[in-house]
């Protein structure tokens, strides 16, 4: 008798838990009411101006959404919500992201884009579970090593900075499978990316490069390739029409294919000329 009551007692708070976790919260004073019970809280398009420490009370927040708003600080009790999986804050006026961001051990998406970034703290290396990190449209130049650590990341968007270098280690990332790098002043890739063997979608377009770096020819599962006022013309290299699955190559008026289209394994290759 006592175990059928108990086993009633668990499927009551499990279905409770789970009916929970569809209710999304729109303001902090309700969901103040009952943090434990907060599984999703939006505060998108609210005039933030600031997010006050009691954010650190929701323990069981697994998305929180702050993207419009006004925000130019996160506070540090942001970073204790160790079941946040999703943290959206993008097109606010963030400087900086705090230094213990890394202690978010379950969080799998950090798009952080549109914002006035100028660096990336080192412990964003320990968001080992992060999947997608979006970065674009700030003002970073580079980027910290512990970057590379990310073993699990599959996008990574960093367009619209003025990034000068990436680290040398970016080959460590080897589930990449989206990487956006253009519209920065990168002078090229460095070796290591020769081992980014997962890339499907690689855009490089706008940058500062000095030739096509042949580390590109080792991507075998790509897809789409923006190469267009990357900084290098000339001839492509010819170890491209071995990218047997690219089904989209983007160049510019300056950059030459060194063989006939039908040459590329894909006779349905797109080759756009910008």
Do not use: W
């Amino acid at each position: 008798m006592m175990r059928r009551l108990f086993a009633v007692i668990y499927l009551f708070l499990s279905c409770t838990a789970y009916s929970q976790r569809g209710v999304v919260y729109k303001s902090m004073q309700s969901a103040l009411i009952n943090p434990s019970a907060v599984y999703h809280l939006k505060l998108s398009y609210d005039n933030l101006t600031v997010l006050p420490p009691e954010i650190g009370k929701f323990k069981n927040l697994e998305i929180l959404d702050l993207n419009n708003n006004k925000l130019k600080v996160l506070p540090d009790e942001i970073c204790n919500l160790s079941n946040l999986k999703r943290l959206n804050v993008f097109r606010n006026k963030l400087q900086s992201l705090p230094d213990s961001i890394g202690n978010l051990k379950k969080l799998e998406f950090l798009l952080i884009s549109s914002n006035r970034i100028t660096a990336l703290p080192e412990s964003i290396g320990e968001l080992n579970s992060l999947k997608q990190l979006s970065v674009k449209d700030n003002e970073l130049t580079a980027l910290p090593g512990s970057i590379c650590n990310l073993k699990k990341l599959t996008q990574l968007f960093l367009s619209y900075n003025k990034l000068t270098s990436l680290p040398d280690s970016l080959g460590k990332m080897v589930q990449l499978e989206q990487l956006y790098i253009n519209n920065n002043d990168l002078p090229g890739l460095p070796e290591s990316s020769a081992k980014l063997t997962n890339l499907i979608y690689l855009y490089i377009g706008k940058n500062s490069f000095v030739q096509v770096p042949e580390s590109i020819c080792f991507m075998i599962k790509l897809r789409e390739l923006d190469l267009s006022r990357c900084g290098a013309f000339g001839f492509l290299p010819t170890c491209l029409r071995n990218i047997q699955m690219l089904d989209r190559l983007v160049i510019d008026n300056n950059q030459m294919l060194p063989f006939n289209k039908s040459a590329f394994r894909n006779s349905a290759l797109q080759v756009i000329v910008q």
